[in-house]
């Protein structure tokens, strides 16, 4: 550390930089054709960590990424993601996905399940090589999880490409939404299997007991309090219910998810609810991205890290559109309808990352697996515009024709 200057002060160096040079690319070189603000802000956190710039300038980052700066950071990063999940879980609208539920179910059933095999293989394929399972990890583990990081669906980032291309609140954007979520009540289901500890299997049947006699008071006191009051007492329930999964050894994301996942979206405002993920995408997710980026390594090689980058991009991407056209031909839909549907919901980012964390912070895989998952999500993301604009364009009446 520099002598003349605090932790404060250097601290407040680093969100200059987390803040400003993502930005300043964006803005500067107009990418949010193909890389929105969100996937700047990631690929800035990669090349910001140790891996690049750390590399190149090791001096630089002592300095700027000190072990009580670094703690700092890490902080506002878990607050910021538990907030965002939070407010995943809030959104999750599993009446709508009932209502529909033949069409949802072999629909987002199909978009699950072939990725996931298809990433399960390719993860086997990794596994022949060194350097890929965590110290804590067992083989299965990693291969389910690696799997499931191929299938997931970033349904938050979804939102925000589908407002874009002007279509969330139409019949396609909706149904796209109803897939989402149930592979999103997949994912976390998927997260807890893995994190299960049969040294520990009876505190977590124990936090699930309580947390199902603690929602159902939760809801019964939410049904009964302003609306106000319903923010603030939900980020109390947050805070209650992440520390009782961490305790249980389910992580705190789980508890964040499951604690927003109980509420009712109807509770609160849909506009505030809106205005509320944004600020939080704007204010403190950076954060997370940076910290995220800080956690890249390249130790097994970078060509073996972006080659595994390159099979899980193909796992995903084939899964994917593979699942979602073998649901379009049972379900006999139009033509072009599938490749639309299965490159929205093949967008990765935010929620994928935040899996591939929990997982490397449980030690199931290392730091370069973790690398690799991330490119793939980058990889990932940053195809979804591009590729679906033209679609819709010769498809614009799909967008407002009911299933």
């Known amino acids: ?17 987390i803040f400003a040079a993502p930005y300043l690319v964006w803005r500067l070189f107009r990418t949010e054709y193909f890389a929105p603000l969100v996937v700047v802000q990631i690929i800035g956190g990669i090349i910001l960590g140790p891996g690049i710039l750390g590399a190149v300038f090791p001096d630089y980052y002592a300095f700027v990424f000190s072990k009580p700066v670094v703690g700092a950071l890490n902080g506002v990063a878990w607050w910021a993601v538990m907030l965002f999940v939070w407010v995943a879980g809030v959104e999750l609208d599993l009446k709508q996905a009932w209502r529909f539920r033949g069409e949802t179910g072999v629909t ?3 978009a699950l399940l072939v990725p996931l095999i298809l990433g399960s293989l390719a993860a086997l394929v990794m596994l022949r090589f060194g350097g890929w399972i965590g110290a804590r990890g067992a083989p299965w583990q990693v291969v389910l999880g690696i799997g499931m990081a191929c299938a997931v669906t970033a349904l938050p980032i979804l939102v925000l490409f589908m407002e874009k291309l002007e279509i969330l609140r139409q019949p396609l954007g909706q149904r796209i939404l109803r897939y989402a979520s149930l592979d999103d009540v997949a994912i976390w289901g998927v997260l807890a299997l893995i994190l299960l500890d049969w040294n520990r299997v009876g505190r977590q049947a124990g936090f699930l007991i309580a947390f199902a006699v603690a929602s159902f008071l939760m809801r019964k006191l939410m049904a009964r309090i302003p ?33 927003g996942a109980v509420l009712d979206s109807r509770w609160f405002d ?9 600020h939080i995408l704007l204010a403190i997710m950076p954060v997370f991205f940076l910290s995220t980026g800080l956690r890249t390594q390249w130790n097994v090689g970078g060509l073996a890290v972006f080659g595994a980058a390159a099979l899980l991009l193909a796992a995903s991407v ?5 699942g979602v056209h ?10 072009g309808e599938a490749s639309i549907i299965g490159w929205l919901l093949q967008t990765k980012a935010l929620i994928m990352i935040i899996f591939a964390n929990i997982l490397l912070d449980k030690q199931i895989i290392t730091q370069e697996t973790f690398t690799a998952l991330l490119l793939m999500a980058v990889g990932s993301t940053m195809l979804t515009i591009p590729l679906v604009t033209p679609k819709l364009k010769r498809l614009a009446s799909l967008a407002s024709r009911d299933f």
């Open 1 to 17: 550390m520099h002598p003349a200057m605090s932790t404060s002060e250097i601290f407040l160096i680093a969100m200059l930089i």
């Open 108 to 110: 987002a059933g199909l």
């Open 227 to 259: 609306e106000k009051d319903r923010w603030y007492i939900g980020l109390i329930w947050l805070a209650a219910c992440g520390f009782a999964a961490d305790w249980a050894g389910l992580h705190f994301m789980v508890g964040a998810f499951l604690s």
């Open 270 to 278: 849909r506009k505030q609810m809106d205005f509320f993920r944004n």
């Open 318 to 322: 084939a899964g994917k559109l593979g």
């Open 326 to 335: 073998l649901a379009g031909k049972i379900l006999k839909w139009e033509k």
